[in-house]
């Protein structure tokens, strides 16, 4: 069962531009984890945001967390056309469980 | 270097024919797993490890065996291959988590398996 839903499913921006993916999710989690996957390739971890924080930065990345509103949001600063992948969001729900529940990805499109 | 190697990255074969794909990390990681990659339907885990000898269902277990021998392997096997079963396919690993905080998965490089 999908547990992160993440919005936009596409963008398109132009370089230097700043990109912003939000990410739904439905249960509590433990912590939520941003991950990018060029095309074809394995995904590569950006940022884990736990459960008891509410924003991390990480280079030209900050991730926010909104327990809350079980929401979180990933925003690129001054994008690169080599930032040109797709994200997704994956959630781990509190628990033994090791499992982390991917959402069905942003694919972001940076225009030179 | 850490990393997550996979075998084979390409296979294209014929159903009914079993075949395995090879999982292997570097990092002395306990938790590895399997996801399959989907068009529209995202990444859905397969089978996990907790640890050697320790393995359970995820999402889309059907069809899928694993074993988990040696800390460092986690092979996946399909029997009986269909063509619903063609996917790309990634394993992934992670350290156990310490103190109820858990930790990011490193990817493999991911399978493309084609069953005709």
């Known amino acids: 069962s999908q547990q992160g839903e993440e919005d936009p499913q596409a963008l398109s921006i132009q370089e230097g531009e700043n990109a912003t993916m939000n990410c739904s999710y439905k249960?509590?989690?433990?912590?939520l984890q941003w991950y990018r996957q060029n095309s074809g390739r394995g995904l590569v971890h950006l940022i884990l945001?736990?459960?008891?924080?509410r924003e991390k930065h990480s280079g030209r990345l900050r991730v926010t967390l909104d327990t809350s509103k079980k929401s979180s949001s990933l925003l690129i600063t001054a994008s690169r056309a080599a930032d040109t992948a797709s994200y997704f969001c994956?959630?781990?729900?509190?628990?033994?469980?090791?499992?982390?529940?991917f959402g069905k990805g942003t694919k972001l499109t940076v225009n030179p | 270097e850490a990393q997550v190697t996979q075998n084979p990255r390409y296979l294209i074969t014929v159903t009914g024919k079993k075949l395995t794909v090879t999982c292997s990390q570097n990092m002395n990681h306990e938790y590895m797993s399997w996801y399959r990659q989907d068009p529209g339907l995202g990444l859905r885990q397969i089978y996990y490890s907790m640890n050697v000898e320790v393995t359970d269902k995820g999402d889309v277990p059907e069809g899928y065996k694993v074993s988990r021998k040696e800390k460092r392997n986690f092979p996946l096997i399909l029997e009986s291959p269909s063509p619903n079963q063609t996917s790309l396919y990634f394993c992934a690993s992670s350290p156990r988590r310490y103190r109820g905080l858990s930790y990011e998965q490193y990817f493999g490089p991911g399978t493309r398996l084609t069953v005709t």
């Open positions: 249960t509590s989690i433990n912590n």
């Open positions: 994956a959630t781990k729900t509190q628990g033994g469980s090791e499992k982390l529940v």
């Open positions: 945001i736990r459960s008891n924080e």
